[in-house]
């Protein structure tokens, strides 16, 4: 029986699904990386279906009332799409009729895709891309491509490449556009700045990893911090600061006793009148 094995108790109320961020490497992530990784997951903005409002609906023809449930439909986002700036589209399957008198054929809608060249104000750089139209018209509606990254969520953007982008953006305004002339520096921060109200400095050093990317970060951090110092350099280093220390401390000797012989005229030690070949006083 389940309850007689030691994971009996936790199978009684289902499998649990292991978290990736509670093993190896991962419990290291810092809060910024998460909450990032919480925008980057979480629901996206519908862009192949229509959602219903509300919560209830009614036939208009039967009269019949019943719950709204906007399910979304399932897309696919192959690798190639973290090269461009898709703007929120996939490739969907499904089935297609194409005559009425056929059966149905296994369909793959697939967005319409495009070359073309994009600039930021903030890092003043351009970029030859792929996009979408819906890309393109969501650009011109923020009034540009810097106020388009900032603007959407990461759920929303999903690409690597503009995650890569925004973070460069985000980081020239912490920075306060270094690469920017003075005249346009001032505009610019004028109008930009205002984006930086929702980061901290951590969580603009960690946004846009993915996960992969955020785990070989943590362990190179972890490297330089744990880096380890060879022996002989260790000794090294000691014996330079007992030396010191040590010709520091004869050196005050010395002058101590420079003093006490200027003042009684003779030696104070009592190693240099045991000295044989130490100068003899005059009689």
């Known amino acids: 029986m389940a309850s007689s094995t030691p994971q009996g108790a936790n199978l009684l109320n289902g499998l649990q699904k292991?978290?990736?961020?509670?093993?190896?490497?991962?419990?290291?992530?810092?809060?910024?990386?998460?909450?990032?990784?919480?925008?980057?997951?979480?629901?996206?903005?519908?862009?192949?279906?229509?959602?219903?409002?509300?919560?209830?609906?009614?036939?208009?023809?039967?009269?019949?009332?019943?719950?709204?449930?906007?399910?979304?439909?399932?897309?696919?986002?192959?690798?190639?799409?973290?090269?461009?700036?898709?703007?929120?589209?996939?490739?969907?399957?499904?089935?297609?009729?194409?005559?009425?008198?056929?059966?149905?054929?296994?369909?793959?809608?697939?967005?319409?895709?495009?070359?073309?060249?994009?600039?930021?104000?903030?890092?003043?750089?351009?970029?030859?891309?792929?996009?979408?139209?819906?890309?393109?018209?969501?650009?011109?509606?923020?009034?540009?491509?810097?106020?388009?990254?900032?603007?959407?969520?990461?759920?929303?953007?999903?690409?690597?490449?503009?995650f890569r982008i925004k973070r460069n953006i985000l980081e020239a305004l912490q920075d306060k556009c270094p690469d920017i002339d003075t005249q346009k520096k001032s505009v610019i921060l004028e109008e930009y700045s205002k984006y930086l109200e929702q980061y901290t400095p951590e969580e603009i050093e960690w946004y846009g990893y993915t996960f992969e990317e955020a785990v070989r970060k943590m362990n190179i951090k972890l490297a330089k911090e744990k880096r380890l110092v060879p022996h002989k350099v260790e000794f090294r280093s000691r014996l330079i600061q007992q030396l010191k220390e040590a010709g520091i401390a004869e050196a005050q000797d010395r002058s101590a006793d420079a003093a006490i012989q200027s003042q009684i005229g003779e030696p104070s030690s009592w190693i240099s009148k045991m000295n044989p070949f130490g100068k003899k006083q005059e009689t």
């Open 18 to 162: 292991g978290n990736k961020f509670g093993v190896g490497t991962a419990r290291l992530l810092p809060e910024a990386y998460l909450k990032f990784y919480k925008e980057w997951k979480s629901k996206p903005t519908a862009v192949h279906y229509i959602p219903n409002e509300g919560s209830w609906k009614r036939d208009e023809v039967t009269g019949i009332t019943t719950p709204v449930q906007n399910v979304p439909i399932p897309v696919i986002y192959p690798p190639e799409h973290h090269q461009g700036i898709w703007g929120g589209e996939g490739v969907v399957k499904g089935f297609q009729k194409r005559t009425p008198t056929k059966k149905r054929v296994p369909h793959y809608w697939v967005p319409v895709l495009r070359r073309t060249v994009l600039h930021s104000v903030v890092l003043n750089k351009y970029w030859s891309t792929i996009v979408t139209d819906r890309t393109m018209d969501l650009i011109h509606e923020s009034h540009g491509f810097d106020h388009y990254l900032l603007k959407t969520p990461a759920c929303d953007l999903k690409s690597s490449l503009a």
